[in-house]
């Protein structure tokens, strides 16, 4: 990386994290549904990647490929200068073969979940370096290009990432380029202050990019970006990991649970002795 | 440096000579500073900083590794009652610029870290000045309500009654419901309690209200404070300084250790309510008023609600959003702390990585021998040392096992 120090950053520079989803099941879902196949989406972000470094020169982009198996670093603006299009792409090829090669499974139900938790939390700690690296630093945001279902179990990590980008105050932008809304992206752009998109027409991406992920945090001000319509704030029972809009909350450690159960799993508190001491609470439960 | 090693000798001198008299200004920078604290004699007698970054990251590894051990069951639904004492002792200015304003600014930090840790608990505030304890802000789950409150009251008069401050807090914890953990911080400054009856009848009735009280001191041992604190299950520390004040009052942010008597376990029937599109115009339950805002939805009847946390005014549900259940549950799932690489390890450096796994940076010194560094004891993959403190102060993943999904699978099955 240049000395940070050594450069003179303006309130416009950007560190943009981005995110794709390279879960093969979901591409091959959408290969089979729809006309957007997987290379047609790379073109899009290429020229989308393309555009944001010609935005201004001091503009950083890296890219985290969130797997079916593994996450990997696949691009990085600030190392690799010529050719980015052929080095991103022979790194992304790389990355495929070798998460391909990780699965133990042999059939996936359905389009299964890509490692979402995985990327986001790499992406972060790549932003904390770059907060370390002085006081002069690009300002970062992170960009969530994904399509596959959300994972029920990965609810409790993808809420920390969220947590701690908040705290940073880094916003996660989405993009859902999948058939469904993603509660999680949802959630992650609301609580972060990011945006939160899916496109009508997957056949437009780069449009949609450019229009509304392009501009930085400080020009945005100036902008009418689409408004969230709605936030799908289900949470995943600890028992059986569903989505579910109503459970029952263990007093002592907050776990949800989706059916009443005598004893917490998590923190082992017993549940029975309350009713006789307390008739209030007993009528809540009914 | 052996220079400076006299220059303090004689300085230390210097302040025996003056002690009793008042002191100069200049002289006062040196005492409330305690600069020759950061200091530390090495092997042959020379002094150094202590400020050494490998051995700080070693302390906070103990600590964190104390800390993991000791979270298990936690009561989180807290009601803490602060109690700040305003009387003339707070006046007083061996705290920069004076105490009052230190605690205040400590107490600030602290109702934000608290909610931040404790999502479904609630503060309150009382304050003890001119022998009387008033009520400043109600139990309350807003952070900015209590901080604007505290913040416009700030002013030391007359002497500190802990019993009054006992007795109001007492009889407003005694309304809440019986799976709340009760709890009161005092922050004292005086040396006396200017009391109405008799203290230690106030401190057996907290006790049997299950009532656990700590107290941060902030000018010596009182043995009141310490009889309180022993009787009720609480803490008692008396701050040193500015730093060591930070500490002890933020040491109660985090859930202390449930005991199971202090607080009745119970599951509590809650909904999730979506937030509705933005700009949609709809009549809201709560205050029948026709509304553009977006409000959230009762998943149960479908009533449309304002604000959250609440309770649903047609089917009584409790509704909360559940991102503010989420910030605490990283109590409940600890990740393990990492472990250093051994220089065994290190040895054989060709096959280890050559980049922290979370942030790309090189793990290599100059000269590519490999630098300090740590391996997550579960997914093997290593990490900076500056990525360690963000993944276990922070982030709360590992971005290793993250990323894993087979490593994640059998950790889950060993659990
Ligand atoms: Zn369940
Ligand atoms: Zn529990
Ligand atoms: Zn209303
Ligand atoms: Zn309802
Ligand atoms: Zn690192
Ligand atoms: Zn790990």
């Known amino acids: ?286 | 440096m052996n220079n400076e090693e006299k220059r303090f000798n004689q300085e230390e001198e210097d302040e025996e000579e003056e002690s009793g008299r008042g002191r100069e200004a200049w002289e006062r920078t040196y005492a409330d500073e305690r600069s020759w604290e950061s200091l530390q004699e090495d092997e042959s007698g020379l002094l150094r900083p202590i400020d050494n970054k490998s051995l700080s990251h070693a302390q906070y590894r103990r600590r964190l590794r104390t800390a993991t051990a000791a979270r298990i069951q936690k009561g989180l639904i807290r009601y803490l009652y602060i109690i700040i004492d305003f009387s003339r002792a707070a006046a007083e200015m061996d705290y920069k610029p004076s105490r009052m304003v230190v605690v205040a600014r400590q107490v600030e930090a602290f109702i934000r870290e608290f909610f931040d840790q404790n999502p479904l608990s609630q503060i309150g505030l009382v304050i003890l000045k001119d022998g009387v304890a008033h009520c400043l802000t109600d139990l309350g789950g807003s952070p900015e309500a209590h901080i604007k409150a505290l913040m416009g009251k700030l002013g030391t008069s007359g002497d500190a009654s802990l019993q009054n401050g006992l007795d109001l807090v007492r009889d407003l914890l005694n309304q809440i419901p019986s799976y709340g953990h009760r709890e009161v911080l005092i922050l004292y400054s005086a040396l006396s309690t200017c009391d109405p009856g008799d203290i230690l009848e106030t401190i057996q009735k907290c006790k049997v209200s299950k009532i656990r009280c700590s107290v941060i001191g902030l000018s010596a041992e009182l043995y009141i404070c310490k009889h309180l604190c022993q009787e009720t299950g609480g803490m008692y520390f008396v701050a040193l300084d500015e730093p060591h004040l930070k500490e002890l009052v933020l040491e109660h942010a985090p859930p202390p250790p449930a005991i199971a008597e202090f607080a009745v376990a119970n599951l509590i029937k809650m909904g999730f309510p979506q937030r509705a599109a933005e700009g949609v115009i709809s009549i809201c339950s709560c205050h029948k008023e026709a509304k553009v805002c977006g409000g959230y939805t009762c998943p149960r009847c479908k009533a449309r609600i304002c604000e959250l946390p609440t309770e649903c005014c047609i089917c009584g549900l409790t509704l909360v959003s559940s991102p503010h259940l989420a910030r605490s549950y990283h109590h409940l799932f600890p990740i393990r702390p990492f472990d250093d690489v051994s220089p065994l390890v290190l040895k054989d450096f060709h096959k280890l990585p050559k980049n922290c796994f979370g942030c790309q940076l090189s793990l290599l010194n100059p000269g590519n021998f490999p630098g300090p560094q740590v391996a997550c004891p579960n997914c093997k993959q290593h990490f900076c040392l500056d990525c360690d403190i963000y993944i276990h102060e922070s982030l709360h993943n590992c971005p290793g096992c993250e990323s894993l999904r087979n490593a994640k699978t059998i950790s889950d099955m060993e659990q």
């Open chain 1, 1 to 286: 990386m240049t000395p940070v120090s050594s450069k003179l950053y303006a309130d416009d520079v950007s560190l943009l994290m981005v995110l794709i989803d390279t879960n093969p099941y979901f591409w091959s879902s959408m290969n089979n549904n729809t006309s957007f196949t997987f290379s047609k989406f790379l073109s899009h972000v290429l020229a989308f990647l393309n555009s944001i470094l010609l935005l201004n020169q001091m503009n950083q982009v890296v890219v985290i490929a969130s797997g079916y198996n593994s996450c990997d670093y696949v691009f990085d603006s600030s190392t690799s200068s010529m050719q980015r299009a052929e080095c991103l792409l022979e790194k992304l090829e790389d990355f495929v073969d070798k998460d391909e090669s990780l699965s133990r499974e042999e059939s996936v139900d359905g389009v299964g979940f890509s490692l979402l938790s995985g990327s986001l939390s790499m992406a972060l700690c790549y932003i904390q370096r770059v907060f370390r690296s002085g006081p002069l630093h690009p300002q970062p945001r992170i960009l969530c290009l994904h399509g596959s279902p959300d994972g029920p179990g990965q609810y409790v990590a993808v809420m920390n990432s969220i947590f701690s980008a908040q705290r940073s105050m880094v916003p996660i932008d989405s993009c859902a380029i999948g058939s469904q809304h993603s509660a999680f992206l949802q959630q992650a752009s609301y609580i972060t202050g990011g945006v939160y998109l899916k496109p009508q027409v997957s056949d437009g991406l780069f449009q949609y990019l450019s229009t509304v992920f392009a501009t930085d945090l400080h020009s945005r001000g100036f902008l009418q970006l689409p408004r969230p319509v709605g936030v799908d704030f289900r949470a995943s029972c600890f028992c059986h990991k569903n989505t579910i809009d109503m459970g029952y909350i263990c007093s002592v450690c907050l776990s949800i649970f989706c059916k009443h159960h005598k004893k917490c799993s998590t923190c082992g508190s017993n549940f029975g002795e309350a009713r006789k001491q307390d008739p209030s609470a007993s009528d809540q439960r009914r």
